[in-house]
Protein backbone atom coordinates (compact mmCIF):
# COMPACT_ATOMS: atom_id res chain seq x y z
CA UNK A 1 0.00 0.00 0.00
CA UNK A 2 0.92 3.87 -0.32
CA UNK A 3 0.33 6.68 0.81
CA UNK A 4 1.66 10.37 1.28
CA UNK A 5 1.21 12.56 4.49
CA UNK A 6 1.38 16.42 4.12
CA UNK A 7 2.56 17.53 7.68
CA UNK A 8 1.14 20.92 7.40
CA UNK A 9 -2.37 21.98 5.89
CA UNK A 10 -1.63 25.31 5.70
CA UNK A 11 1.69 27.35 5.06
CA UNK A 12 1.37 31.24 5.52
CA UNK A 13 5.14 33.01 4.04
CA UNK A 14 5.58 36.67 3.21
CA UNK A 15 6.19 37.14 -0.83
CA UNK A 16 10.54 36.80 -1.41
CA UNK A 17 10.69 34.48 1.72
CA UNK A 18 11.47 30.90 1.15
CA UNK A 19 8.91 28.31 0.78
CA UNK A 20 8.56 24.79 2.62
CA UNK A 21 5.63 22.25 1.78
CA UNK A 22 6.76 18.99 3.37
CA UNK A 23 5.59 15.69 2.45
CA UNK A 24 6.37 12.03 3.84
CA UNK A 25 5.46 8.89 1.94
CA UNK A 26 4.79 4.88 2.23
CA UNK A 27 5.49 2.90 -0.46
CA UNK A 28 5.96 -0.74 -0.53
CA UNK A 29 7.23 -0.16 -4.01
CA UNK A 30 9.74 2.19 -5.22
CA UNK A 31 7.52 5.05 -5.83
CA UNK A 32 7.07 7.98 -8.34
CA UNK A 33 6.83 10.98 -6.85
CA UNK A 34 4.77 14.03 -7.88
CA UNK A 35 3.74 17.64 -6.40
CA UNK A 36 1.06 19.22 -8.21
CA UNK A 37 -0.54 22.67 -7.75
CA UNK A 38 -4.20 23.43 -8.10
CA UNK A 39 -5.47 27.61 -7.96
CA UNK A 40 -8.82 28.23 -6.95
CA UNK A 41 -11.39 26.63 -8.91
CA UNK A 42 -8.81 25.49 -11.71
CA UNK A 43 -7.78 21.84 -12.33
CA UNK A 44 -4.04 19.83 -11.65
CA UNK A 45 -1.09 21.42 -13.42
CA UNK A 46 2.22 19.43 -12.60
CA UNK A 47 5.45 21.17 -10.77
CA UNK A 48 7.45 18.26 -10.86
CA UNK A 49 8.00 14.60 -10.66
CA UNK A 50 10.35 11.89 -9.06
CA UNK A 51 10.70 8.81 -11.00
CA UNK A 52 14.15 7.26 -9.90
CA UNK A 53 16.37 9.09 -11.40
CA UNK A 54 18.51 12.71 -10.01
CA UNK A 55 17.20 12.90 -5.83
CA UNK A 56 17.16 16.69 -6.62
CA UNK A 57 14.22 17.39 -9.00
CA UNK A 58 13.51 20.74 -10.27
CA UNK A 59 10.30 22.01 -11.48
CA UNK A 60 7.93 24.43 -12.99
CA UNK A 61 8.31 28.28 -11.60
CA UNK A 62 11.17 27.80 -9.66
CA UNK A 63 9.95 24.89 -7.29
CA UNK A 64 12.25 22.25 -6.52
CA UNK A 65 12.10 19.02 -4.38
CA UNK A 66 14.64 16.28 -3.05
CA UNK A 67 13.67 12.81 -2.73
CA UNK A 68 15.15 11.36 0.61
CA UNK A 69 14.71 7.14 0.78
CA UNK A 70 16.19 7.57 4.98
CA UNK A 71 14.28 10.06 5.64
CA UNK A 72 10.92 9.08 3.42
CA UNK A 73 10.64 12.60 2.37
CA UNK A 74 9.79 14.56 -0.73
CA UNK A 75 9.42 18.07 0.61
CA UNK A 76 8.78 21.13 -1.74
CA UNK A 77 11.16 24.34 -1.96
CA UNK A 78 10.80 27.54 -3.59
CA UNK A 79 14.00 30.50 -2.89
CA UNK A 80 11.38 33.18 -2.50
CA UNK A 81 8.07 32.96 -2.66
CA UNK A 82 5.43 35.00 -5.24
CA UNK A 83 2.22 36.07 -4.91
CA UNK A 84 0.56 33.93 -7.57
CA UNK A 85 2.02 30.91 -5.72
CA UNK A 86 -0.96 30.94 -3.29
CA UNK A 87 -2.65 28.04 -4.07
CA UNK A 88 -3.34 24.27 -2.60
CA UNK A 89 -0.70 22.28 -3.17
CA UNK A 90 -0.67 18.16 -3.20
CA UNK A 91 2.10 15.63 -2.85
CA UNK A 92 1.20 12.73 -4.66
CA UNK A 93 2.66 9.00 -5.06
CA UNK A 94 2.24 6.19 -7.93
CA UNK A 95 3.60 2.53 -8.02
CA UNK A 96 3.83 3.09 -11.75
CA UNK A 97 2.70 4.65 -14.64
CA UNK A 98 -0.88 3.08 -15.27
CA UNK A 99 -2.00 2.72 -11.62
CA UNK A 100 -4.20 5.52 -9.68
CA UNK A 101 -2.33 8.23 -7.87
CA UNK A 102 -2.43 8.64 -4.26
CA UNK A 103 -2.96 12.17 -3.03
CA UNK A 104 -2.20 13.87 -0.02
CA UNK A 105 -4.52 15.95 1.67
CA UNK A 106 -3.01 19.03 0.59
CA UNK A 107 -1.58 22.25 1.66
CA UNK A 108 -2.83 25.32 1.44
CA UNK A 109 0.09 28.00 0.73
CA UNK A 110 -1.22 31.79 1.36
CA UNK A 111 1.62 34.14 0.24
CA UNK A 112 1.14 37.84 2.18
CA UNK A 113 2.22 40.96 0.35
CA UNK B 1 -1.63 22.99 -24.65
CA UNK B 2 -4.04 20.22 -22.63
CA UNK B 3 -4.01 16.60 -23.71
CA UNK B 4 -6.54 15.70 -21.31
CA UNK B 5 -10.36 17.47 -21.95
CA UNK B 6 -13.41 16.80 -20.16
CA UNK B 7 -16.82 17.77 -20.96
CA UNK B 8 -19.16 19.91 -19.35
CA UNK B 9 -16.58 21.99 -17.49
CA UNK B 10 -19.59 22.92 -14.91
CA UNK B 11 -23.03 21.68 -15.25
CA UNK B 12 -26.01 22.49 -13.12
CA UNK B 13 -28.95 19.99 -12.71
CA UNK B 14 -32.12 19.16 -10.56
CA UNK B 15 -32.31 16.61 -8.64
CA UNK B 16 -33.45 12.81 -9.57
CA UNK B 17 -32.24 14.06 -12.90
CA UNK B 18 -28.95 12.01 -14.82
CA UNK B 19 -25.88 13.70 -16.20
CA UNK B 20 -22.96 12.46 -18.27
CA UNK B 21 -19.34 13.87 -17.91
CA UNK B 22 -17.04 12.96 -20.95
CA UNK B 23 -13.52 12.45 -20.20
CA UNK B 24 -11.52 12.90 -23.78
CA UNK B 25 -7.53 11.89 -23.99
CA UNK B 26 -6.59 13.92 -27.31
CA UNK B 27 -3.50 12.84 -28.92
CA UNK B 28 -2.46 9.51 -27.32
CA UNK B 29 -4.84 6.06 -26.86
CA UNK B 30 -5.52 5.56 -23.22
CA UNK B 31 -6.71 1.79 -22.57
CA UNK B 32 -6.89 2.91 -18.52
CA UNK B 33 -8.50 5.91 -16.86
CA UNK B 34 -9.30 6.90 -13.48
CA UNK B 35 -11.95 9.21 -12.15
CA UNK B 36 -11.55 11.67 -8.90
CA UNK B 37 -13.75 13.19 -7.01
CA UNK B 38 -12.43 16.30 -4.94
CA UNK B 39 -15.10 18.12 -2.38
CA UNK B 40 -14.89 21.61 -1.56
CA UNK B 41 -10.88 22.51 -0.08
CA UNK B 42 -10.59 18.63 0.38
CA UNK B 43 -7.94 16.13 -1.49
CA UNK B 44 -8.94 14.15 -4.22
CA UNK B 45 -10.42 10.64 -3.91
CA UNK B 46 -10.07 7.68 -6.31
CA UNK B 47 -13.74 6.83 -7.27
CA UNK B 48 -13.12 4.11 -10.48
CA UNK B 49 -11.07 3.24 -12.88
CA UNK B 50 -12.19 2.87 -16.32
CA UNK B 51 -10.95 -0.02 -18.46
CA UNK B 52 -11.13 -0.01 -22.17
CA UNK B 53 -12.95 -3.40 -22.99
CA UNK B 54 -13.83 -4.27 -19.74
CA UNK B 55 -15.97 -3.23 -16.76
CA UNK B 56 -14.83 -0.67 -14.49
CA UNK B 57 -13.11 -1.13 -11.22
CA UNK B 58 -14.63 1.03 -8.39
CA UNK B 59 -12.98 2.30 -5.06
CA UNK B 60 -14.78 0.57 -1.67
CA UNK B 61 -17.78 2.81 -0.85
CA UNK B 62 -18.66 4.20 -4.37
CA UNK B 63 -21.81 2.72 -5.81
CA UNK B 64 -21.18 1.41 -9.17
CA UNK B 65 -25.07 1.44 -9.94
CA UNK B 66 -25.23 5.73 -9.04
CA UNK B 67 -21.72 6.10 -11.02
CA UNK B 68 -21.69 4.61 -13.98
CA UNK B 69 -18.17 4.21 -16.28
CA UNK B 70 -18.20 3.55 -19.71
CA UNK B 71 -15.25 3.35 -21.63
CA UNK B 72 -16.11 3.30 -24.95
CA UNK B 73 -12.87 3.56 -26.86
CA UNK B 74 -9.32 4.41 -26.51
CA UNK B 75 -9.72 7.93 -26.17
CA UNK B 76 -12.95 8.50 -24.21
CA UNK B 77 -14.38 7.04 -20.87
CA UNK B 78 -17.81 8.62 -19.65
CA UNK B 79 -19.03 9.20 -16.17
CA UNK B 80 -22.67 9.06 -15.44
CA UNK B 81 -24.00 10.17 -12.36
CA UNK B 82 -27.57 8.71 -12.39
CA UNK B 83 -30.39 10.25 -9.85
CA UNK B 84 -28.50 12.65 -8.95
CA UNK B 85 -29.03 14.63 -5.42
CA UNK B 86 -27.28 17.53 -3.79
CA UNK B 87 -24.86 15.23 -2.04
CA UNK B 88 -23.53 14.54 -4.89
CA UNK B 89 -22.16 17.79 -6.24
CA UNK B 90 -18.72 17.99 -6.12
CA UNK B 91 -15.73 18.93 -8.68
CA UNK B 92 -14.81 15.86 -10.65
CA UNK B 93 -11.82 15.19 -12.27
CA UNK B 94 -10.46 12.20 -14.58
CA UNK B 95 -7.10 11.17 -15.88
CA UNK B 96 -5.24 9.30 -18.06
CA UNK B 97 -1.98 8.23 -17.98
CA UNK B 98 -0.03 7.80 -21.25
CA UNK B 99 2.32 4.78 -22.15
CA UNK B 100 5.53 6.42 -22.64
CA UNK B 101 7.38 5.18 -19.37
CA UNK B 102 7.46 8.86 -17.42
CA UNK B 103 4.58 7.40 -14.90
CA UNK B 104 3.37 11.10 -15.43
CA UNK B 105 -1.08 11.13 -15.41
CA UNK B 106 -2.63 14.01 -17.49
CA UNK B 107 -5.56 15.50 -15.94
CA UNK B 108 -8.48 16.68 -17.17
CA UNK B 109 -9.81 19.87 -15.96
CA UNK B 110 -12.31 18.77 -13.96
CA UNK B 111 -16.26 20.07 -14.15
CA UNK B 112 -18.23 20.86 -11.41
CA UNK B 113 -21.66 19.34 -10.84
CA UNK B 114 -24.18 21.17 -8.90
CA UNK B 115 -27.32 19.13 -8.11
CA UNK B 116 -30.17 21.75 -6.83
Known amino acids: AQSVTQLDSHVSVSEGTPVLLRCNYS??????LFWYVQHPNKGLQLLLK??????LVKGINGFEAEFKKSETSFHLTKPSAHMSDAAEYFC???????????FGKGTRLSVIA | GAVVSQHPSRVICKSGTSVKIECRSL??????MFWYRQFPKKSLMLMAT?????????EQGVEKDKFLINHASLTLSTLTVTSAHPEDSSFYIC????????????FGPGTRLTVT
Open chain 2, 95 to 106: SAPRASGTYEQY
Open chain 2, 50 to 58: SNEGSKATY
Open chain 1, 50 to 55: YTSAAT
Open chain 1, 92 to 102: VVSRSGNTPLV
Open chain 2, 27 to 32: DFQATT
Open chain 1, 27 to 32: SSYSPS
